[in-house]
């Protein structure tokens, strides 16, 4: 079946433009993260959401970032009056992670390239 | 705050040499998760290891966690071109908001042919 998809795979914003990431998991799966990837680091944890409940967002780097999963399927990352330093690819990565808890792999999807200027 | 250390962050070898990347954390891990990323790709999972002293093998490439859960390493025998990429291990942490995932700054294997 489909893997996990994300959209636009590039996006070029002027700095204090507001942006939309869009993330389509893999259908079923339960759990949801989003991460940041600077260039030559590891992904770092932002969000993550079980169903339509976003039960962590502890790595959301300030309120300008905002993630949301309202009918627990398709996710979105909003990014508000974007700063310079939000340049990074987003992964988003689905689980299917049945059980509160439960340890899944993670199946990545291709990353959104966001380049502010 | 919780931190996961990974080395080398670079190694470069030989077709057919052997690789070795270390992941160390200063705290006990409950599992540990590998994956790789290949240049330009998104990260795939290779592995999870749960047990104290656990080794799991994946044809040429074995995954290991220390008796103390403390940290991982995962070896490549005679190495492949197709080995090429960034090598990330990544912790699962839970805490009273449900669960994420701390990732190493990744080891990055080059293979000269």
């Known amino acids: 079946g489909a893997g996990v998809s994300q959209s636009p795979r590039y996006k070029v914003a002027k700095r204090g433009q507001d942006v939309a990431l869009r993330c389509d998991p893999i259908?079923?799966?339960?759990?949801l993260f989003w991460y940041q990837q600077a260039l030559g680091q590891g992904p770092e944890f932002l969000t993550y959401?079980?169903?339509?409940?976003?039960?962590?967002k502890s790595g959301l780097p300030s309120d300008r970032f905002f993630a949301e999963r309202p009918e627990g399927s398709v996710s979105t990352l909003k990014i508000q009056r974007t700063q310079q330093e939000d340049s990074a690819v987003y992964l988003c990565?689905?689980?299917?992670?049945?059980?509160?808890?439960?340890?899944?792999?993670?199946?990545f999807g291709p990353g959104t390239r966001l380049t502010v200027l | 705050g919780q931190q996961v250390m990974q080395i080398p962050q670079y190694q470069h070898v030989q077709e057919g040499e052997d690789f070795t990347t270390y992941c160390n954390s200063s705290?006990?891990?409950?599992?540990i998760q590998w994956y790789k990323q290949r240049p330009g790709g998104h990260p795939v999972f290779l592995i999870q290891?749960?047990?104290?002293?656990e080794v799991k093998k994946q044809k040429r490439l074995t995954f290991q966690f220390g008796e103390a859960k403390k940290n991982s390493s995962l070896h490549i025998t005679a190495t492949q071109t197709t080995d090429v990429g960034t090598y990330f291990c990544?912790?699962?942490?839970?805490?009273?908001?449900?669960?994420?995932?701390?990732f190493g700054p990744g080891t990055r294997l080059s293979v000269l042919p």
């Open positions: 990544a912790e699962v942490h839970r805490d009273n908001y449900g669960q994420n995932f701390v």
């Open positions: 705290t006990t891990l409950s599992n």
């Open positions: 959401f079980q169903n339509e409940a976003q039960l962590d």
């Open positions: 990565a689905s689980s299917l992670g049945r059980v509160a808890g439960d340890l899944n792999e993670q199946f």
């Open positions: 290891l749960v047990k104290s002293g």
């Open positions: 259908s079923g799966h339960v759990s």
